[in-house]
């Protein structure tokens, strides 16, 4: 089966630390998402590229977040500097052009103390 | 802006049936998906409901009407596993842009 990958699976870093998470999507799907899930908010979108070109981050802090996509194999959300408040497990997920059903990734679950 | 309302919590008993339902509001959307995401997994697609009515798929069936702003999906034959969250999510704009709501824990009970 076709696979979503994520690394790490688990982190924990301390406050104002960088952190960098990873994304394989699956091969030929021109579709990724970075969400970010918490008991108190759900899943909440945070990026997604189309072709690897960013369509809309509106919902990430600018101001420490970032998300790229250097080439069709490999997306990456960066948190500098990370905070407290930014534990939560990020998920990422891809899809075909066309839409229809997304494939998630196991996710990072992340700890900032 | 969307708006998406799932209830919270939903207990059932197994091998009944059970109707998770989903209101929202928006401007305009491509279609309307629904993932099951156990605790500690991640979310796995479920159905994707483009047109008005009812889609069955085994014991899973979901239904959409756009002119009520609402969809269901239909749990049959509760199994234990079943126990998970059901997420109702939109897909909209021109570059299909996949919002969720909260999502409706449903317990499983013998």
């Known amino acids: 089966d076709a696979r979503v990958t994520q690394t790490p699976r688990d982190k924990v870093t301390e406050m104002g630390q960088e952190v960098t998470m990873r994304c394989q999507p699956i091969?030929?799907?021109?579709?990724v998402f970075w969400y970010r899930q918490t008991m108190m908010q759900g899943l909440e979108l945070l990026a997604y590229?189309?072709?690897?070109?960013?369509?809309?981050d509106s919902g990430m802090p600018k101001d420490r977040f970032s998300a790229e996509m250097p080439d069709a194999t490999l997306a990456t959300l960066k948190i500098q500097p990370s905070e407290p408040r930014d534990s939560a497990v990020y998920f990422c997920?891809?899809?075909?052009?066309?839409?229809?059903?997304?494939?998630f990734g196991s996710g990072t679950r992340l700890t900032v103390v | 802006g969307q708006n998406i309302d799932q209830p919270t919590e939903m207990t059932a008993t197994e091998g009944a049936i059970v109707q998770i339902n989903c209101t929202y509001q928006?401007?305009?959307?491509?279609?309307l998906f629904w993932y099951q995401q156990h605790a500690g997994e991640a979310p796995t697609f479920l159905s994707y409901?483009?047109?008005?009515g009812l889609e069955e798929k085994g014991r899973f069936s979901s239904f959409l009407s756009r002119s009520k702003g609402y969809s269901y999906l239909l749990l049959k034959e509760l199994q234990m596993k079943d126990s998970a969250s059901y997420l109702c999510?939109?897909?909209?704009?021109?570059?299909?842009?996949?919002?969720f709501g909260t999502g409706t824990k449903l317990q499983v009970i013998p």
């Open positions: 091969l030929g799907h021109n579709t």
């Open positions: 409901n483009v047109l008005d």
């Open positions: 999510a939109l897909d909209s704009g021109g570059y299909q842009k996949v919002t």
């Open positions: 997920a891809s899809g075909p052009q066309g839409g229809g059903g997304y494939t």
């Open positions: 590229f189309r072709n690897r070109a960013p369509l809309d």
């Open positions: 928006t401007s305009g959307f491509n279609g």
